[in-house]
């Protein structure tokens, strides 16, 4: 394989990141974003290493344009897909099922595979799918590599992995809790370790994934042994615009009594639940701002969020019995300084607390947070989906290039 540089797509529900990496430094020669896909007023922001960001507002009505979008860009700064650089692509994908373990090189089963699991990751799966077929038709070829969120929770004991119904009915239909922002939460664990000055193998971390959708993980000696996150990427902590963990029969209370659809629903739990059905917002940064002047409702949807995403700790906490490291992550909570004092205020029976002026710091890298004679560590851990995905990539397309060769 000549090339070195690894382009990898995390494509969403409604937004593109992108990142083009060079692996023989870990250099990032361009990231990217393009958001509000499909809805009014869609924008890009792309960054050269070399040169200015360059931000437009515009329409882009589907994935398809946006990653078409993207690779004008990438051409305009002499890193177009063309490049005989470029070595592979790698492809978050949500939801590999059981029989994804490992970063795979995507042929046609392997997109039938992806495209059976929509039922399961309505949001994020079509939206992954287009990514590959995109980058198939500009690259055809280059090896497309896809990086599966449920992977790293495949290690799951199946007293966490099973849902207690009936074992016939849930074996037929593959219902079990699969787990997602795997390639997240196996990444922070690592790097809590390493923080921590020790071996992944001798550390227990509570990984607590806070973006727009958030999870959390209990990970023992660098393996997943539980998640907050099920069959979907529903259940669990209260999100953005999900409304994580509620009692099933609100659905069967909603369709007999309510007199909704199943798809009413699902859009109801999915898009219109979380922050945003509580308080109207889903941004945290807004939500602070509405707590701060006083607004009772973004009060009461933070104390919400901030209720489960304690209780959270507490069961993960009595899951893996003994607890080194809480690592917050992603765009909430590697931002939110008022979500970590709150999430973790109360508990230092648990032997877990915040330092103030530890937490109030902004910084780019890994952090403590907690003071120093702490029986827990707290820390701020920011992730890097795409340069684990990146890496998985370029692993992938050198050993199978060896294999060729031998
Ligand atoms: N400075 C900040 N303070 C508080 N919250 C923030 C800040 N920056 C971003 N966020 C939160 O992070 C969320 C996005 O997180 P991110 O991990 O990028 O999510 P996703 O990958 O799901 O799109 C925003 O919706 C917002 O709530
Ligand atoms: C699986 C999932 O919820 O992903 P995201 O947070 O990117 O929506
Ligand atoms: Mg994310």
Redesign the pocket.
Known sequence: MSGSRVLVL?S?SS?V?YQLLDMRDGGRLAVGLVERIGESGSRLKHSPADGESREWNGSVPDHDAALKAMAAELDRDGLGLGSPELAAIGHRVVHGGLRFTEPTVVDDAVLAEIERLIPVAPLHNPANLTGIRTAQALRPDLPQVAVFDTAFHTTMPESAARYAIDVETADAHRVRRYGFHGTSHAYVSRETARLLGRAPEDVNVIVL??????SASAVRGGRCVDTSMGLTPLEGLV??TRSGDTDPAVIFHLMRVGGMSADEIDTLLNKRSG?IGLCGD???????RRVDAGDERAGLAFDIYIHRLKKYIGAYYAVLGRVDAVAF???????????REAAVAGLEGLGLAVDGGLNAVRGDGARLISPADARVAVAVVP?D?EMEIAAQTYALVNDSGNQNLT
Do not use: F, Q
């Not at 994934?209 to 958030?214: T, V």
């Open positions: 995390n969403g937004s990141k994934h806070l973006g727009n959708g958030a999100m953005g922050l889903n941004d945290m940064r807004e939500i602070r992550t992603a765009g909430v909570g590697e931002n939110s300084a008022p979500v992730t989906e």
